[in-house]
Nanobody
Framework: QVQLVESGGGLVQAGGSLRLSCAAS????????VGWFRQAPGKEREFVAA????????FYADSVKGRFTISRDNAKNSVYLQMNSLKPEDMAVYYC???????????????????WGQGTQVTVSS
C-alpha cells in the first residue's frame, strides 16, 4: 500500500515563503503525474500544481503561476512545492496527489489521482 506523507506546512506572514514536501512510502513505483491540491474552509478543493514524473512538464493554476514552483526528486520518490509571495487567499489544507498510470484526464482534474495524502495546513497571516 502506497502512502503519501506531506510535511512543511505552517504559519507564515503574507509575502513569506514555505516549502511543502511529499514523500511516498510503502510499495513504490514510477508515477505518471504527481501534484498538489488545496482546500480552504467553506470552499471546494482546487488544483494547485502538477508535474509529470518523466520529462518534468509542469502545470499550474493561474492563481499560483509565477509564485509557486513544483519539483520532484525521482531518487527520493518525493515531490515539492515551493511557495513564494504567499497571500492570505493561499491559506488552505494542501494535499499531495499521485497517479501511477497514464490517464486521459488533465492534471488539474482531481479524479485523475488515485493516491492522496492526509494534507498539511498552510496558514497565511495578513
Amino acid at each position: 500500500q502506497v502512502q503519501l506523507v506531506e510535511s512543511g506546512g505552517g504559519l507564515v506572514q503574507a509575502g513569506g515563503s514555505l516549502r511543502l514536501s511529499c514523500a511516498a512510502s510503502g510499495r513504490t513505483f514510477s508515477w505518471w503525474t504527481v501534484g498538489w491540491f488545496r482546500q480552504a474552509p467553506g470552499k471546494e478543493r482546487e488544483f494547485v500544481a502538477a508535474i509529470r514524473w518523466s520529462g518534468g512538464s509542469e502545470f499550474y493554476a493561474d492563481s499560483v503561476k509565477g509564485r509557486f514552483t513544483i519539483s520532484r526528486d525521482n531518487a527520493k520518490n518525493s515531490v515539492y512545492l515551493q511557495m513564494n509571495s504567499l497571500k492570505p487567499e493561499d491559506m488552505a489544507v494542501y494535499y499531495c496527489v499521485g497517479r501511477p498510470m497514464e490517464t486521459y484526464r488533465p492534471p488539474s482534474d482531481s479524479a485523475a489521482y488515485s493516491y492522496w495524502g492526509q494534507g498539511t495546513q498552510v496558514t497565511v497571516s495578513s
